[in-house]
């Protein structure tokens, strides 16, 4: 491309021009003027009439987005969530296998695609909303703590790794030495644990809530694994049945996946 010469203030081009060089005659000032005045309006015009038809132009397409913008364009909505439950009683060597086995495993793949709850299993007097659990009041008392930390510490994957910890060692459930060092292990304030546990109506409604939960949906074995919405797996007397996906983590993170993605996915 030819440099074209910097750009000089009219008067001095006035004066350069005025110069005889090679043979150029002598052009009158003021008609030099009127042609460079001339040539800075079609410059002008032009630069308008492009700035109009690359920048202007398409807003009158698409309002919203610039041709200059570098924002990213988002064109998918957010997935919605895999709804994952399980069903279980803290004292139960099944919640431990299913926990171990099946649902910690799985969680750590597609955390981010779960939406996941733990539900118990237990009896609700009609008569006086008197709440019992099948290994007796210890087991009624973990469940509460199990909850509490839910509830204190949404985060899934700070509250199930309590949980684990405690249901791992489920025959000490509910010792204080058990709740304390499952707490510090997980990074969890026991006192907060506490608070909930010990206030008043708190910790029992809690329960209560969650049992009706798992009464509504005619669940009575732990483990009891629902996956949006259907009966998944179930691990009950040291075995997997009624697993018609399969009962590996591959399997049930598959699912997931299928469902997370839109796929159609049938259990049997």
């Known amino acids: 491309m030819k440099e074209e010469a910097p750009f000089l203030p009219a008067h001095q081009n006035v004066e350069l021009e005025g110069v005889v060089k090679c043979g150029i005659t002598r052009r009158k000032p003021g008609l030099i003027v009127l042609k460079r005045a001339f040539k800075s309006l079609l410059t002008l015009l032009a630069i308008f009439l492009l700035y109009r038809w690359a920048i202007v132009r398409p807003h009158h397409c698409d309002p919203i987005v610039s041709v200059n913008s570098t924002e990213p364009i988002e064109h998918e909505r957010t997935k919605d969530k895999v709804p994952l439950e399980i069903h ?6 099944d919640a431990r296998d299913c926990l171990r086995e099946l649902i910690v495993p799985t969680m750590v793949n597609v955390s981010e695609k779960v939406n996941f709850t733990m539900s118990f299993i237990g009896s609700i007097d009609p008569d006086s909303d008197d709440v019992s659990c099948k290994h007796g009041p210890g087991e009624c008392l973990g469940n509460i703590i199990l909850l509490c930390a839910a509830k204190v510490y949404p985060d899934v994957k700070l509250w199930l790794g309590y949980a684990n ?3 791992s060692d489920y025959p000490d459930i509910p010792k204080r030495d058990l709740v304390e060092s499952c ?6 304030d026991f006192q907060k644990l506490n608070s909930c546990i010990s206030e008043e109506g708190e910790g029992i409604d ?24 259907d009966v998944r797996c179930i691990r009950d007397g040291g075995k997997w049945y009624d697993c018609p996906g399969g009962s590996t ?19 049997w």
Do not use: W
């Not at 279980?88 to 060597?93: A, G, T």
């Open 206 to 229: 809690l329960l209560r809530a969650s049992i009706e939960r798992s009464q509504e949906y005619n669940v009575t074995r732990s483990c009891t694994v629902r996956l949006a919405g």
């Open 165 to 167: 910890c405690m249901i």
């Open 183 to 188: 707490a510090m292990e997980h990074g969890l």
């Open 88 to 93: 279980v009683m803290s004292k139960c060597p």
């Open 249 to 267: 983590v591959a399997d049930l993170v598959g699912d997931i996946n299928k469902l997370y993605n839109g796929s159609s996915t049938s259990f």
